[in-house]
C-alpha cells in the first residue's frame, strides 16, 4: 500500500500559533442566556490541505478494500475486521463529502490495490490490518499538520484516533508488546 | 511583533500534564506489580511524550532553556503520589489520566502551529490507545 506524504518539519523557531483567541467583546450582553456555539460550515480546502485529504481519501479507500482481504484470512477475527472495515466505509464517506464540500476533486476508488504483505493465512491477513491502520494514521496526521482550520484538524484527529485504537488491538490480537506506539502517523 | 513569553507558552500545561501522569504511573507500576508488564510500556510512551514536548519548548525558546540550564538541577518536590489501593482502581485510575490528558491534547490541536498540531494529534491519538488497552 503506498505511503502518504511526510510529516511537516519544524518550522522556525518563531513561529507562533497559527490562529489567536478573538478579543473579549466589550459589547457583548450580559444575559444569562448565553448563545450555543455551532460549528461553521466547512469552508473551501487550501492546496496543502486538499492535497493531504487526496491522499487521506485514498489510504481509506485501500483499507475498505484491504480489509476485505483480511476477512477472508482472519476469520477468527470475523467481528473486528466487519467493525474495522465498515469505520472505514463511513469515514471514506465523509472523506469524499469534505473534498467536494472544499470544492477539490474526490478520485473514485481503484478496482484492486497492492498490499504491504502476500496475503495467505490468517497470521498474514493480521499483518496487513496493522498496516492499513498505521497508513491510515499516517495519512490523517499529514492532514492534521497542513491546515490551518480547526474544524479540518479536528475531523482529521479523530482519524487519526480511530486508526491508533484499531492498531493496538491488532497488536493485541496477536500478543505483540508493546501494543501501543508513543506518536501514531509519525513515519 | 512581540514574541510570546516563554512562561506563557501553551505548551508548558502540556508538558506540566505528562509530567504529572508519568510520575502517576511510575507510582502505580510501583504498587500494582501484577499489571505492571501492561502499564510499563505506557509509561515508555508517556516518557518518549515528554521527551518530544521538551525539545520543542527548547527549539522556540532557546533563551528560556539555556538560562534555566544554569540553574542547578533539582528533584521534584511535593508530597509522594498515593495511588488506589486495588489493582482495579490504580488502571481506572491511569485511564483516567490518560482520558484527561486526551482532552487537553485535543484542545490544544485547533489553536496550535501545524508542526504542533500534528505532533498534538500524535499524542491524543496515542493517549485513545492507551485507554483501549486499559479498557
Not at chain 1, 444575559?31 to 485529504?53: E, F, H, K, M, Y
Not at chain 1, 502476500?118 to 499529514?142: K, M, N
Amino acid at each position: 500500500m503506498t505511503g502518504p506524504t511526510p510529516s511537516p518539519s519544524p518550522p522556525p523557531a518563531d513561529a507562533g500559533a497559527a490562529t489567536s483567541s478573538p478579543p473579549p467583546d466589550s459589547n457583548a450582553p450580559s444575559s444569562s442566556v448565553v448563545a450555543v456555539p455551532t460549528t461553521p460550515p466547512p469552508g473551501p480546502l487550501s492546496p496543502d490541505a486538499q492535497t493531504a485529504l487526496q491522499s487521506a481519501l485514498a489510504a481509506e479507500q485501500a483499507a475498505v478494500w484491504a480489509y476485505g482481504l483480511v476477512a477472508a484470512y482472519a476469520r477468527d477475527q470475523a467481528d473486528m475486521t466487519s467493525e474495522a472495515r465498515s469505520g472505514h466505509l463511513l469515514r471514506r464517506d465523509a472523506t469524499t463529502a469534505r473534498l467536494l464540500q472544499g470544492g477539490a476533486a474526490a478520485a473514485e476508488p481503484a478496482a484492486a490495490y497492492q498490499v504491504s504483505v502476500p496475503v495467505t493465512d490468517g497470521g498474514s491477513a493480521l499483518q496487513l490490518a496493522q498496516d492499513i491502520e498505521t497508513d491510515a494514521a499516517a495519512a490523517w496526521r499529514v492532514v492534521i499538520g497542513s491546515t490551518d482550520d480547526a474544524e479540518l484538524r479536528g475531523f482529521a484527529l479523530t482519524g487519526l484516533s480511530d486508526a491508533a485504537v484499531r492498531l493496538a488491538m491488532w497488536k493485541q490480537v496477536v500478543g505483540a508488546s508493546p501494543a501501543t506506539v508513543p506518536f501514531p502517523g509519525q513515519q | 511583533m512581540v514574541a510570546t513569553p516563554a512562561a506563557l507558552d501553551p505548551i508548558n500545561g502540556l508538558i506540566a500534564t505528562t509530567r504529572l501522569h508519568l510520575l502517576r504511573l511510575d507510582a502505580a507500576i510501583a504498587a500494582d506489580q501484577a499489571d505492571a508488564a501492561r502499564l510499563t510500556p505506557l509509561r515508555d510512551d508517556r516518557q518518549a511524550h515528554l521527551t518530544a514536548l521538551e525539545a520543542e519548548f527548547a527549539r522556540v525558546n532557546p533563551a528560556a532553556v539555556s538560562s534555566s540550564a544554569a540553574a542547578p538541577a533539582s528533584t521534584p518536590a511535593g508530597a509522594p503520589i498515593v495511588m488506589p489501593d486495588t489493582p482495579e482502581a490504580i488502571i481506572s485510575a491511569v485511564r483516567g489520566d490518560a482520558a484527561t490528558a486526551q482532552v487537553q491534547f485535543t484542545d490544544a490541536v485547533s489553536s496550535a502551529s501545524r508542526y504542533r498540531a500534528a505532533m498534538f494529534g500524535s499524542i491524543a491519538a496515542a493517549l485513545a490507545s492507551h485507554r483501549a488497552v486499559l479498557a
